[in-house]
């Protein structure tokens, strides 16, 4: 290789790095953001010296990686012993669309890509305000001052609006979120326990035969809803076949429940850190959509995503060997003075938000519009419902998923 490899840091300067920059070590839940600076600061590019990945922490660098198409996301074609390839599926099974780079990709998105439009999301408001109404007011029928608010909305608002727009029966809407819960785990944490692998398999076979039932009656009867749609949909005579359907439904209420339920998690709580911008968005309510993009950069809720080089070559002189794993840093991209102005303060009329929390490129999150949706209507009822939510003390506990930033609870009052 004719790059001399180098590292940015000394062997003996201490630098964030390795489980340090993950969800499971305490200082980075409760103090993402000041470990990201210093990481920034220090030694923006670099090898991790514990999983061995070139890491990205820049704006720039981050979002240049993730538009290359030099780079991919199959772990397959990374190298022996990159920590990615754990996310190798089992000897037989192909990944799923989130893992799979072109053709394969390409073909699987544009299959899909017309039912997640921004105009199709609209569609879909008018349900996702009323699972919202039916929420909260079921936590107005229980006359409680304080209430979990992942427990009471941001949990089950996905997953209920995901199995209606599918079109699955809402009797199966408590299954629905247990499973895709037990799923993550196991989809997205490489450090699971045996118990939990487990238990993420066990869902994943549940939804699979779920999914399998709908598909057929959808054939039988076909319907409008989501599953309908994806059962239908063609692309120069090319349709999903029935593995690829089952994986689809699965990946869409895997991939966007949780992460979603993040957003609303964070961002509720972003907001009430902030009562001034809180006011100003219970003065002026149509400033939710800025309000939730502000969010989306200010505390997202996946933090790091990751591409593998293709081919031989250097970031600011750091060299990337072809088949090495890059991990990008979003969270940190997000908060890079370079790409913004003033980024730890938080600005619900911020202009030109370019945060990259919903990744880019060609695997720019395929769900983010509904997302976008659901967190306006969650947030938005929530401020416009109570006049005096606040949080309460202590309230906080936070997830240890890599990757991901939410909180498993986070308790409000609103008297």
Request: aromatic share 6%; hydrophobic share 40%; with cysteine.
């Amino acid at each position: 290789m004719a790059t001399r490899r180098r590292d940015e840091h000394s062997p003996s300067e201490v630098i964030p790095e390795g489980m340090k920059i993950l969800p499971l070590d305490p200082i980075f839940r409760e103090r993402p953001h000041e470990v990201l600076k210093e990481l920034r600061e220090k030694c923006p590019v670099h090898r991790d010296r514990e999983f061995g990945t070139v890491v990205l922490s820049r704006h720039g660098d981050v979002e240049a990686v993730l538009r290359d198409r030099d780079y991919g996301v199959d772990p397959r074609k990374a190298r022996e012993g990159d920590p990615v390839r754990r996310f190798v599926p089992p000897e037989g099974e192909e990944p799923t669309m989130l893992f799979l780079d072109a053709p394969d990709h390409q073909r699987l998105r544009s299959l899909v890509s017309r039912s997640f439009t921004p105009r199709r999301a609209e569609a879909w408001r008018p349900l996702v305000a009323e699972v919202t109404r039916e929420l909260l007011d079921e936590v107005d029928r229980v006359g409680r001052g304080e209430f979990d608010l992942v427990e009471a909305l941001a949990a089950p608002l996905p997953a209920i609006a995901i199995a209606r727009i599918l079109g699955v029966d809402p009797s199966r809407q408590a299954d629905f979120k247990r499973w895709s819960e037990a799923a993550n785990v196991a989809f997205f944490n490489p450090f699971a326990s045996p118990e939990e692998q487990q238990a993420g398999a066990d869902a994943l076979a549940a939804l699979d035969e779920c999914f399998a039932t709908e598909i057929a009656k959808r054939r039988e009867a076909p319907a409008e809803d989501l599953i309908g749609r994806l059962v239908a949909a063609e692309e120069d005579g090319d349709r999903l076949t029935e593995r690829e359907l089952v994986r689809m439904c699965n990946l869409l209420l895997i991939a966007g429940n949780v992460t979603t339920s993040d957003l609303i998690g964070n961002g509720t709580r972003v907001l009430l850190q902030h009562p001034g911008e809180l006011a100003r968005l219970r003065d002026e309510p149509s400033r939710i959509k800025n309000a939730v993009e502000e969010m989306l950069r200010f505390d997202p809720p996946v933090t790091v995503s990751g591409r593998i080089s293709s081919r031989d070559t250097e970031i600011d002189g750091v060299a990337v060997d072809a088949r090495e794993s890059v991990t990008t840093l979003l969270s940190s991209a997000n908060r890079d003075p370079a790409g913004h102005a003033d980024p730890d303060r938080f600005d619900i009329d911020r202009e030109a938000i370019g945060h990259v929390s919903f990744g880019g490129g060609a695997h720019l999150c395929l769900g983010a519009h509904l997302a976008r949706v659901e967190a306006q209507e969650a947030i938005g009822a929530l401020v416009a419902r109570y006049p005096r939510l606040r949080a309460a003390g202590g309230s906080e506990v936070w997830k240890q998923v890599p990757s991901f930033r939410g909180l498993s609870q986070y308790r409000v009052r609103v008297d």
